[in-house]
């Protein structure tokens, strides 16, 4: 019976030990990975087509990445369904860090309250690697609308209820919501037209197929400078200062404001020294002044946060826009 004993002793101690290897070899793993990561090239899904706000940020932040991480960083559009398509596609990535997706105030803060049925949860489906910037929003009119300001635009609207279309980059974007807000705020009518993405909706307000459009101030600058586009105000809470003479709409209107933020997210599940290498990776990039320049030459400002503070933001304003979505009465239809 003794020898019994000892065997048994002997072959837990043996367990034991092979169980002590294994979870130290599971733990060298993902810090392995992340020494060696990556290995091929990194895909970040924009959810919306070329042209607008996300594909400006993106083209910008890619080929630095590229850069700083050795390997190709590949910008895939996947637009439709106010971000939804696009951002659903990354959350059902495998979490390995060859998949990260942008976010957006649309996609994260405003879909889950406008979607009955959103196909992914904003903090429960992804890990927030890096808040990158923010971008004003701001009012325009095709010059052929004989308004000239934002109070005659309040004053027009209530004279002729449902006269007045806007356009926006989606049904569920922060222009879509900002044009509920503003109706709901100063008590008018006005009529939305979503397109798929904000180039779209520009050429059709450029042509005068509808009046107005909450635009991202990048994308909308170029065309409010040439005169092509009349700003009526800024969606900021104060005057931006790359347009210095077009006043916040909060000044006629306290209280309004609509910014939109941008910040790259994995799959939820990516190891945490994977997240922490992109982490760096990305406010190294935010932190230098030539990526800055490049940003505030389209109208966008850097406005850098770690995955902690990215994570806290997208909480606060998802539950700021569900508000505001009760309240107003806001659908998708």
Known sequence: MMWIA????????????L??????GTQWIPTAL???????????????????GADII????GPRMAQALGQPVIIDNHAGGGGTIGT???AAATPDGYTLVLGLTGTLAINPGLYPDLSYDPQKDFTPI??????????VANPGLEIRSFDELIAYAKLHPGKLTYASSGIGGAPHLAGVLLGSMADVELVHIPYKGGAQATADLLGGHVSLMFAGLGPAISNIQSGKLRALGVASPGRSSLLPDVPAIGESLP?????????????????????ARLSGVILEIAASRDFARQLEAEGYEVSAGSPQ?????????????ADIIRTTGATIQ
């Open 130 to 139: 890096a808040l990158l910037a923010t971008g004003a929003n701001v009012l």
């Open 6 to 17: 000892r065997w048994l002793r002997q072959s837990v101690q043996c367990l034991s030990a």
């Open 19 to 24: 169980a002590c290897v294994l979870l130290a």
């Open 34 to 52: 992340a020494q060696d990561y990556p290995v091929r090239p990194v895909r970040i899904i924009a959810p919306f087509p070329p042209g607008g």
């Open 58 to 61: 993106l083209r910008a932040l």
């Open 309 to 321: 503070s990215f994570a806290t933001l997208i909480a606060s304003d998802k539950a700021k826009w």
């Open 255 to 275: 209280g309004f404001s609509a910014v939109t933020w941008f910040g790259i997210l994995a799959p939820s599940g990516t190891p945490a020294p994977i997240v």
């Open 88 to 90: 659903k596609l990354a």
